[in-house]
């Protein structure tokens, strides 16, 4: 049996008793309850009607039941399918239209909305969850058993798709097997040596690979309690951290735990690992972080196409500004334009192998075939080089991808909608520099020589963009301006803009 969930819950305490989740209310979710709500819920799924091999959406916020939710998708056989909760209608039309699930589940306030999408996408079922763990989906689960045999999966069967938006505005949704998931989750075990005893302060959200797969994955597998809370805050990680073991975050995370003067060397006394990943870390908060707490971050790399791909060692040297080196179960190279191997130290196209890589974008073959080279390397559209003794550093990516808060921002998507705008000519997003987001997504935006165009201001833009875009994607700065600079071929110089609009 290759079914996740199998391989997750061999590796459970044998006392049912033991502690999974600590909330911060101090209720605690025993192993046994894990096993006895995911139980209830598969069966639920079940019962629906979904059979092996369906899509099961979630769009809701992280509570121990929505981890039930996947747990219980897993056992059932089910595809899972999260979603930020921050997407707005025309991106869940697509999403709910493009996977077509057997059941989505929705908060509350957006019941309305889904039902009309889900009808018009085809999708039977819609079920609620609410903030507090409550709703329509536990209600219905509650009448069915705690006992549940998980369903038989082989290791090529599809456990996940997570959508990664696309630079030409479509999102693709990334197909992640239960192999892909299960290796990534033995690596990074092994690797970052999680023991007995190792508790993880998790404060990630649960709607994409960091905080779901690679987090809790790790956790489960090792039978660990988690800290689960909500959403990450400096002042109560500051209550957590003496407490903990291991912490994995974002940039912007260690950023605030700095700005906090009751961070100390002594909040950190029984911490053995602190991870940082979803985005560049700064040199600057790498050394200051190391100089504050003793300890050094090991920061690592890689993206929903395929969970980690390098990581800095836990007992070699971690190097700030590196990404460190291939995990055992990836192979990684770096290429010319032409697909000739670099020299060390040159920088050139990132690629990946390995049974953790992906196995294509949900219902598009031939973009699936373009992402992978004639001998099967997935190109990342990373940039990057490698030195003489294997360390990896990031040096930019090739498509424009603007990366907030440790969340993926795609240019073209929020350019398509902007120039949908009257009075708009044209538009162009970047990313700039932003000491707490690492990047902050900003617009430079063409008017129309009209009325409309005079009429164009950066507060009508945003109001226009609100209630369509998550808050995450939406310009933290718009430019109005009269052209935009472009080379030789007409291709807009979007390194010019950041450029001038990065200086104070």
Same mark, same amino acid.
């Given at each position: 049996?290759?079914?996740?969930?199998?391989?997750?819950?061999?590796?459970?305490?044998?006392?049912?008793?033991?502690?999974?989740?600590?909330?911060?209310?101090?209720?605690?979710?025993?192993?046994?309850?894990?096993?006895?709500?995911?139980?209830?819920?598969?069966?639920?799924?079940?019962?629906?009607?979904?059979?092996?091999?369906?899509?099961?959406?979630?769009?809701?916020?992280?509570?121990?039941?929505?981890?039930?939710?996947?747990?219980?998708?897993?056992?059932?056989?089910?595809?899972?399918?999260?979603?930020?909760?921050?997407?707005?209608?025309?991106?869940?039309?697509?999403?709910?239209?493009?996977?077509?699930?057997?059941?989505?589940?929705?908060?509350?306030?957006?019941?309305?909305?889904? +039902?009309? /999408?889900?009808?018009?996408?085809?999708?039977? *079922? &819609?079920?609620? %969850?609410?903030? =507090?763990?409550?709703?329509? $989906?536990?209600?219905?689960?509650?009448?069915?058993?705690?006992?549940?045999?998980?369903?038989?999966?082989?290791?090529?069967?599809?456990?996940?798709?997570?959508?990664?938006?696309?630079?030409?505005?479509?999102?693709?949704?990334?197909?992640?097997?239960?192999?892909?998931?299960?290796?990534?989750?033995?690596?990074?075990?092994?690797?970052?040596?999680?023991?007995?005893? +190792?508790? /993880?302060?998790?404060?990630?959200?649960?709607? *994409? &690979?960091?905080? %779901?797969?690679? =987090?809790?994955?790790?956790? $489960?597998?090792?039978?660990?309690?988690?800290?689960?809370?909500?959403?990450?805050?400096?002042?109560?990680?500051?209550?957590?951290?003496?407490?903990?073991?291991?912490?994995?975050?974002?940039?912007?995370?260690?950023?605030?735990?700095?700005?906090?003067?009751?961070?100390?060397?002594?909040?950190?006394?029984?911490?053995?690992?602190?991870?940082?990943?979803?985005?560049?870390?700064?040199?600057?908060?790498?050394?200051?972080?190391?100089?504050?707490?003793?300890?050094?971050?090991?920061?690592?790399?890689?993206?929903?196409?395929?969970?980690?791909?390098?990581?800095?060692?836990?007992?070699?040297?971690?190097?700030?500004?590196?990404?460190?080196?291939?995990?055992?179960?990836?192979?990684?190279?770096?290429?010319?334009?032409?697909?000739?191997?670099?020299?060390?130290?040159?920088?050139?196209?990132?690629?990946?192998?390995?049974?953790?890589?992906?196995?294509?974008?949900?219902?598009?073959?031939?973009?699936?075939?373009?992402?992978?080279?004639?001998?099967?390397?997935?190109?990342?559209?990373?940039?990057?080089?490698?030195?003489?003794?294997?360390?990896?550093?990031?040096?930019?990516?090739?498509?424009?991808?603007?990366?907030?808060?440790?969340?993926?921002?795609?240019?073209?998507?929020?350019?398509?909608?902007?120039?949908?705008?009257?009075?708009?000519?044209?538009?162009?997003?970047?990313?700039?520099?932003?000491?707490?987001?690492?990047?902050?997504?900003?617009?430079?935006?063409?008017?129309?020589?009209?009325?409309?165009?005079?009429?164009?201001?950066?507060?009508?833009?945003?109001?226009?963009?609100?209630?369509?875009?998550?808050?995450?994607?939406?310009?933290?700065?718009?430019?109005?301006?009269?052209?935009?600079?472009?080379?030789?071929?007409?291709?807009?110089?979007?390194?010019?803009?950041?450029?001038?609009?990065?200086?104070?």
């Amino acid at each position: 049996m290759e079914n996740l969930y199998a391989l997750l819950a061999s590796h459970f305490p044998k006392n049912p008793a033991a502690p999974c989740l600590i909330l911060p209310d101090n209720r605690v979710w025993t192993y046994g309850d894990v096993e006895r709500a995911s139980a209830r819920i598969a069966n639920l799924i079940v019962a629906l009607g979904l059979t092996p091999g369906d899509r099961v959406a979630a769009q809701v916020e992280k509570t121990p039941e929505a981890l039930m939710l996947y747990l219980a998708a897993l056992r059932a056989g089910m595809v899972f399918l999260p979603l930020n909760p921050a997407y707005q209608r025309h991106e869940l039309d697509y999403f709910l239209g493009d996977a077509k699930p057997g059941l989505f589940v929705c908060r509350p306030p957006l019941r309305k909305l889904a +039902d009309e /999408l889900a009808r018009k996408a085809g999708v039977p *079922h &819609v079920l609620e %969850l609410d903030d =507090a763990g409550r709703g329509s $989906l536990i209600d219905a689960a509650a009448a069915h058993a705690d006992r549940f045999d998980t369903v038989k999966r082989r290791g090529d069967d599809l456990a996940a798709i997570l959508y990664t938006s696309g630079t030409t505005g479509r999102s693709k949704g990334a197909m992640l097997s239960h192999r892909n998931l299960a290796v990534n989750a033995k690596t990074l075990h092994d690797y970052w040596r999680f023991r007995r005893g +190792d508790v /993880l302060l998790h404060m990630l959200p649960t709607f *994409h &690979v960091h905080g %779901l797969f690679i =987090a809790c994955h790790c956790a $489960l597998l090792n039978g660990s309690a988690m800290f689960f809370e909500p959403k990450f805050d400096a002042r109560r990680a500051l209550q957590l951290l003496p407490e903990s073991t291991v912490f994995m975050g974002v940039p912007t995370y260690y950023v605030r735990l700095l700005a906090e003067p009751g961070f100390t060397r002594d909040t950190c006394r029984r911490m053995r690992l602190f991870i940082s990943g979803s985005a560049p870390l700064l040199k600057e908060t790498f050394d200051e972080f190391k100089a504050r707490s003793g300890f050094t971050i090991l920061e690592r790399y890689g993206m929903t196409e395929g969970g980690m791909f390098t990581s800095n060692p836990y007992a070699g040297e971690r190097r700030g500004g590196t990404v460190g080196l291939p995990l055992p179960c990836t192979k990684v190279r770096i290429v010319d334009d032409n697909g000739k191997s670099c020299a060390p130290g040159t920088i050139g196209n990132i690629q990946v192998k390995g049974d953790n890589v992906f196995v294509g974008y949900w219902q598009m073959p031939e973009k699936t075939k373009e992402e992978f080279t004639a001998d099967g390397w997935f190109k990342t559209g990373d940039l990057g080089s490698a030195g003489a003794d294997g360390y990896v550093t990031i040096s930019g990516r090739s498509k424009d991808l603007v990366i907030s808060g440790g969340l993926n921002v795609y240019p073209k998507e929020i350019e398509e909608m902007i120039d949908a705008l009257p009075g708009v000519v044209e538009s162009a997003v970047i990313g700039l520099p932003h000491p707490d987001f690492g990047e902050a997504v900003t617009a430079v935006v063409v008017r129309q020589k009209t009325d409309a165009g005079s009429d164009l201001t950066e507060a009508g833009i945003l109001a226009a963009l609100k209630g369509e875009l998550a808050n995450f994607k939406l310009p933290k700065r718009i430019y109005v301006v009269d052209d935009l600079p472009r080379n030789a071929m007409g291709k807009v110089q979007k390194n010019l803009l950041r450029e001038r609009y990065a200086k104070p």
